[in-house]
């Protein structure tokens, strides 16, 4: 297909050929729903991982406390 071709063919879908930059219309911010399905996954993960922290964190004060009870000879 030769340029000239092409040009034609894009000018009889609506397409510009040829002129120069132009001003865009403002587009609207569509989310795909992929996008939604991922950001509620990752908000569930993010709730998951805060609940383990705490529960860590608390894991690491009762084994801190034993292991006090341990070195001044309290024993469990």
Known sequence: ???EE????LKEAGIPVG???GSTKPQTSVEPPI???QKAAL????ALLEQQIEQDK???ADLH???QRIKHG???
């Not at 092409?6 to 063919?9: A, F, H, L, N, V």
């Open 65 to 67: 406390a034993t292991l």
């Open 1 to 3: 297909m030769t340029p």
């Open 6 to 9: 092409i040009r034609e063919k």
């Open 58 to 60: 608390q894991r690491v």
């Open 74 to 76: 309290g024993g469990q």
């Open 35 to 37: 996008v939604k399905r």
């Open 43 to 46: 908000r569930q993960i993010e």
């Open 19 to 21: 002129e120069g930059w």
